[in-house]
């Protein structure tokens, strides 16, 4: 069984903050055309005294009692549903990283709701890259490498020498 080192886990959480910004990028960018095909059972048109028909389906009649209507509404509720639910779950990750960039806090990784809205916050106003920087810099930078115990121990002992010798 492999040990799993601090260098692991910081990797781990590297590569789980970009796929959190794909998220965040899909969720922006692809929904909304999609969108229109769950507007789609609330076109009605009107063709005739009081019967409806949807637009994009003339043969379909606008009403809970035909089978097939019904279903779309409830695919359509359900899908407008997920898709409140993944906005609603950007705009709490929006404000928990406005929060966690401010204040003095321990910050010793970027958390996944950070990374979720980075790249659509970049440059904005309240963006502030500095906290990012340093965590990515001094944090990151060292816990990425997991050096080997000998090289490390040859590395000081170099330290040692320069130290002695003054050079």
Not at 45 to 67: E, H, K, L, S
Not at 124 to 135: D, H, I, L, S
Request: glycine fraction near 4%; hydrophobic fraction near 45%.
């Amino acid at each position: 069984v492999r040990v799993q080192t601090p260098a692991f886990w910081t990797k781990f959480w590297l590569l789980r903050n970009a796929y959190a910004r794909v998220c965040c990028m899909s969720a922006i960018l692809l929904l909304p055309f999609h969108y229109d095909q769950l507007l789609v059972p609330f076109a009605c048109i009107q063709r005739g005294n009081a019967m409806y028909f949807v637009d994009a389906m003339p043969d379909i009649q606008c009403t809970i009692a035909n089978t097939r209507y019904k279903q779309m509404v409830h695919i359509a509720g359900a899908g407008t549903c997920i898709v409140m639910v993944l906005y609603a779950g950007i705009l709490t990750c929006l404000w928990k990283s406005f929060k966690w960039q401010f204040g003095s806090r321990h910050r010793s990784r970027i958390p996944f709701y950070v990374a979720m809205v980075e790249v659509s916050t970049f440059g904005q106003r309240g963006y502030v890259a500095e906290v990012r920087e340093r965590v990515m810099s001094n944090v990151c930078a060292a816990k990425a490498f997991d050096p080997d115990v000998r090289k490390m121990q040859e590395r000081e002992l170099a330290l040692k020498a320069v130290e002695r010798l003054g050079h």
